[in-house]
């Protein structure tokens, strides 16, 4: 994969809603299980659905790339509103 978009919120209660929701690790295993070039973190920080504090999963997702030596700029994350172009000139 070039580019995977994991979703890293909306993943409190674990007992609930892991079935459905991955949390920061799951998406930062997820990334190395498809050989991602490179990650966007989604579904997160928009809207309260779960438990966690909003900003937790972007918090979560440094805490996981850090212990997975994995770098920021290969799996990364958007603020609500924020844009990045990704075409290549």
């Known amino acids: 994969m070039r580019l995977s ?6 993943y409190e209660p674990r007992w609930f809603m892991q079935a459905v ?3 920061p690790m799951d ?3 997820a990334h190395q299980d498809l050989q991602s070039a490179q990650s966007l973190g989604i ?3 928009t809207f309260q659905l779960t438990f966690e504090p909003r ?3 972007k918090q979560l997702l440094r ?3 850090k212990q997975q030596n ?3 700029t290969d ?3 958007l603020q609500p509103g924020e844009s990045r172009s990704l075409l290549k000139r």
């Open 75 to 77: 799996f990364w994350v």
């Open 63 to 65: 805490q996981a790339l």
């Open 21 to 23: 929701h991955l949390n």
């Open 27 to 29: 998406a930062v295993n």
């Open 43 to 45: 579904h997160w920080g």
């Open 70 to 72: 994995i770098s920021a």
């Open 5 to 10: 978009l994991l979703p890293i919120g909306a």
């Open 55 to 57: 900003e937790e999963p």
